[in-house]
């Protein structure tokens, strides 16, 4: 996860030395992390376990991630795109050992300026799950299930920014999504505090929370997401 975070904070100073096209227009590289909280439950067929799991269980477990943002943005219109993905197993819950597989999600989303602080915006975020299911049964059974989906969810949101002095803002983001189209149900609400280190850089520090509830399939081929995602994120913005 450093390595991933330093080579994207690297890409960051290397776009920002080279020259705007297009003049008016402010581009913006964020790569940030998040301490992850997940708490719900998934299910492959007939297997279905707990998700229980705290930042130290999540980075003991993590395999790789990455998470970043990019936007471009003339002032009236703009465009967001925002891409996270974690590979991790999940702690042992009853008679489940392991919980793995991967977890992604992917946004595009176009904002429009409604007020001198106040962005609305609407587009689609791509859900990626990966689950893997083991355990032993009451009986002393092997169980084991594994089954992946993706899947489109629509969204709108508005997004907030509030100067508090010359060196620190406030942002507060958050949308709703799915509508059934996707998932039954995603929510998502991200505020941070930005801190001025430069005219073109950033601190970034804030508490994200996503929600999102999905099911398909029945009977062997059932699946279902139903988790709550929530931590502290930390990024540094590039602007130029």
């Known amino acids: 996860m450093r390595l991933t975070f330093a080579c994207m904070a690297a890409a960051a100073l290397a776009l920002a030395a080279a020259p705007s096209q297009a003049e008016g227009w402010a581009f913006v590289f964020e790569p940030y992390f ?36 990019f936007e471009v943005n003339n002032g009236k219109f703009g465009l967001v795109v925002d891409l996270t993905y974690m590979n991790l197993e999940a702690s042992r819950d009853g008679f489940i050992d392991t919980v793995g597989g991967h977890q992604g999600a992917y946004s595009a989303t176009a904002l429009l300026r409604v007020e001198k602080h106040a962005e609305a915006y609407a587009g689609v975020r791509v859900n990626d799950l990966g689950v893997k299911i083991s355990g032993t049964g009451p009986l002393g059974n092997p169980l084991a299930a594994s089954g992946g989906k993706s899947w489109v969810d629509p969204i709108i949101g508005m997004r907030v920014n509030l100067p508090l002095s010359r060196t620190v ?24 505090f930005g801190f001025r280190l430069s005219d073109s850089i950033r601190a970034k520090l804030g508490y994200r929370a996503v929600y999102a509830k999905y ?8 699946f279902e997401y139903d988790v709550l995602t929530h931590g502290p994120t930390l990024g540094v913005q590039f602007r130029f």
């Open 169 to 192: 803002d406030l942002t507060m983001l958050a949308d709703v999504g799915g509508f059934g189209v996707g998932s039954d149900i995603s929510v998502q609400a991200w505020p941070s």
């Open 34 to 69: 998040m301490a992850p909280y997940m708490d719900g439950s998934t299910s492959v067929g007939p297997v279905t376990a707990r998700v229980s799991s705290t930042p130290s269980d999540v980075f003991s477990n993590l395999n790789w991630g990455a998470m970043g943002l």
């Open 215 to 222: 099911d398909s399939g029945s009977g062997l081929g059932f």
